[in-house]
């Protein structure tokens, strides 16, 4: 492919000076207090075009391993970051590319059928469900809901849902599309009440957050006794941050202000209050987060069946490398996930 096709973000998305983002100094660790070491330096939004160039800081305790962007933005600033973020963009109702959209539909079909009768397959579609599918239906809530079909696949099996969202166009889209009740605001100015909720869930939602401990201890308040948080974020210490670095996409700053270990997730976890605390890591959907990470490091779209075809096969032999990681060490998978009991 012609390298002079390709189009950044940035070049997309120009920066005028009202799209800067204000930052403050964030030099220790959020969790344990150590002073941070340089992980990434002079990063930029290579997936949504935000102004700005960011450093990464990790943690050198080795029981913690917490990742964090310094300088951080300034949560007056940080819905600057998401002005062309994927819940803002058009959906398109034709393709320039029949061609190409044909091709990577069929290939996309061929390798979900290859999974799907394996251990893999049953395990993505359990995180689908926030991995509460095997669980007795109750009252559920989703702390940053998205569009809500996470709720909608939760309803159909008899849990009673709500969710929480600050995007405001997000929350319309699962309130008109998915019909499901969905607060728009802060948690924290939601008014649910103390014990109201049998399931708390985020799925890729605390590495967004400014105050994670804070979110964690209000999703405790209003979880009954005995009561289930499920929290899924990226791995810091997965296979994909060793092998794509930089070009991660787990990484993608400034959105996400701060990235989990196993070790962090449980550490945050305890420090707000809960009990019978379990993390674990996962491969089972790794595939899109090579996808991601391959589309940063080359810096551009994919045109034409057979460059699309090229990258696709490239793409599932990463996967499969991935999982093959995962399965010698269980710490290398792409995402944590964490249970606890209020």
């Known amino acids: 492919m012609n390298d002079r096709s390709a189009i950044s973000a940035e070049d997309m998305h ?11 100094s964030c030099a220790t660790c959020y969790l344990c207090g150590a002073v941070g070491i340089l992980q990434h330096e002079n990063l930029k939004d290579q997936l949504f075009g935000a102004s700005g160039t960011w450093n990464l800081k990790r943690c050198p305790n080795p029981s913690c391993g917490l990742i964090w962007l310094d300088p951080m933005p300034i949560e007056a600033d940080i819905g600057k970051a998401y002005e062309h973020y994927y819940t803002h963009a058009d959906q398109p109702t034709s393709s320039d ?8 539909a069929a290939l996309t079909r061929a390798y979900e059928l290859c999974w799907r ?11 689908e469900l926030m991995c509460l599918g095997a669980r007795p239906a109750g009252r559920m809530l989703e702390v940053g809901c998205g569009d809500g079909h996470t709720l909608a696949q939760l309803r159909a099996l008899g849990w009673d849902v709500h969710g929480q969202e ?21 948690l924290d100015k939601a008014g649910f009440r103390d014990a109201e909720f049998d399931a708390v869930v985020t799925n ?10 804070a979110l964690l201890r209000e999703s405790k308040r209003i ?3 005995g009561g ?4 899924i974020t990226p791995n810091a210490r997965g296979w994909g941050h060793a092998r794509f670095g930089a070009c991660w996409r787990g990484l993608e700053p400034p959105r996400h202000l701060f990235l989990f270990s196993p070790q962090a997730l449980e550490k945050i976890a305890r420090s707000s209050g809960f009990q019978h605390v379990k993390t674990w890591t996962t491969a089972a959907r790794s595939v899109w987060t090579v996808g991601g990470s391959l589309r940063v490091e080359r810096g551009q779209a994919v045109r034409g069946a057979w460059p699309l075809i090229t990258r696709a096969i490239r793409q599932a032999i990463l996967h499969a490398a991935a999982v093959m990681a995962h399965r010698r060490d269980p710490e290398t998978g792409d995402e944590c996930v964490l249970t606890a009991r209020s």
């Not at 309130?175 to 607060?183: I, K, L």
């Not at 890729?204 to 401990?213: A, K, Q, R, Y």
């Not at 289930?228 to 929290?231: K, Q, R």
Request: with cysteine.
């Open 14 to 24: 120009p920066h005028r000076a009202s799209d800067l983002i204000r930052t403050r």
């Open 166 to 186: 600050l995007d405001q166009k997000a929350a319309s889209h699962a309130r008109t599309r998915f019909e499901v009740p969905v607060f728009c605001g802060p």
């Open 228 to 231: 289930i948080l499920v929290a």
């Open 223 to 225: 979880l009954k006794p």
């Open 204 to 213: 890729h939602v605390l590495e967004h957050v400014h105050d994670p401990l």
């Open 117 to 127: 009768f394996t251990p893999l397959f049953s395990e993505r579609q359990e995180l």
């Open 97 to 104: 590319h029949p061609w190409t959209d044909r091709a990577k």
